[in-house]
Antibody, heavy 120, light 107 residues
Framework: LQLQEFTSGPVKSSQTLSLTCTVS??????????WNWIRQTPGKGLEWIGY???????YYSPSLKSRVTISVDRSINHFFLVLTPATAADTATYYC?????????????WGPGMQVTVSS | EIVLTQSPGTLSLSPGERATLSCRPS???????LAWYQQRSGQAPKLLIY???SRATGVPDRFRGSASGTDFILTIARLEPEDFVMYYC?????????FGQGTKLEI
C-alpha cells in the first residue's frame, strides 16, 4: 500500500487549503481502516488533524474542527482535506496516513508528506 | 485530553550503547493504544512499536517497547549509527490521537 499527498496549489491567508491523498496498491474501501491527516511543524511537532472511514463519517481534532473537513471518494481511491480559512499558523508538512482503529489505532502506512506554506 | 510527555528531550549516547526513552501520559491509559515511531529528517514517521510492546514488521529486535507503571518505555539496545534520529510516542483513545513532543537521539 502506498499513500501520496497532493496540494491544489499555493495558499494565501484567509483562503482554502486543499490536499488530496491518493491510495495505491490497495483499496480505500478495505474494511477496518481509518484514513487520517496529520501535520508537522518545527514548533508544535506532530499534530493529528482528523480521519474518515471509507464508509464516510469523520472525526476531527477539537482544536481544528471548526475549520476542517475530511472526505473520501471511494470510486477513485482518494481522500481529501479542506481547511478554511487558512492562516500562517497552518504552514506545515501535511501527511496522510492509514490507521487500524481496532488494533490500537496505530498508523501503519504514511505518505511522504507535502510541505504547505500559507502566505500573507 | 490526554497529554503525552516524552523524556528526555535530547539523549546523547554512542553507538553500541543502550537507549531508554520514556513516554508519560497525563492519565493512566491502555497500552494497547500506545505506539512508537521513528522519524528521519525529511521523511515521514515510521511505525516501530504498537500495542506498547509489539514490533512492527521489519523492525529489528534491538527495539523493545514496554510499560513501567503508568509510563511507557522504548529501549534500543546496541545503538547503530542510523538509530540517531527522532522518536515519538502516540496514543489513540476516544476517537482521537495524541503525539508526544519527541525525543532526539544524538551521537
Amino acid at each position: 500500500l502506498q499513500l501520496q499527498e497532493f496540494t491544489s496549489g499555493p495558499v494565501k491567508s484567509s483562503q482554502t487549503l486543499s490536499l488530496t491523498c491518493t491510495v495505491s496498491g490497495g483499496s480505500i474501501s478495505s474494511g477496518g481502516y481509518s484514513w487520517n491527516w496529520i501535520r508537522q511543524t518545527p514548533g508544535k511537532g506532530l499534530e493529528w488533524i482528523g480521519y474518515t472511514y471509507a464508509s464516510g463519517g469523520a472525526y476531527y481534532s477539537p482544536s481544528l474542527k471548526s475549520r476542517v473537513t475530511i472526505s473520501v471518494d471511494r470510486s477513485i481511491n482518494h481522500f481529501f482535506l479542506v481547511l478554511t480559512p487558512a492562516t500562517a499558523a497552518d504552514t506545515a508538512t501535511y501527511y496522510c496516513a492509514r490507521a487500524i482503529p481496532a488494533a490500537g489505532g496505530h498508523f501503519d502506512t504514511w505518505g511522504p508528506g507535502m510541505q504547505v506554506t500559507v502566505s500573507s | 485530553e490526554i497529554v503525552l510527555t516524552q523524556s528526555p528531550g535530547t539523549l546523547s549516547l554512542s553507538p553500541g550503547e543502550r537507549a531508554t526513552l520514556s513516554c508519560r501520559p497525563s492519565q493512566s491509559v491502555s497500552g494497547s493504544s500506545l505506539a512508537w515511531y521513528q522519524q528521519r529528517s525529511g521523511q515521514a514517521p515510521k511505525l516501530l512499536i504498537y500495542g506498547a510492546s509489539s514490533r512492527a514488521t521489519g523492525v529489528p529486535d534491538r527495539f523493545r517497547g514496554s510499560a513501567s507503571g503508568t509510563d511507557f518505555i522504548l529501549t534500543i539496545a546496541r545503538l547503530e549509527p542510523e538509530d540517531f534520529v527522532m522518536y515519538y510516542c502516540q496514543f489513540y483513545g476516544s476517537s482521537r490521537y495524541t503525539f508526544g513532543q519527541g525525543t532526539k537521539l544524538e551521537i
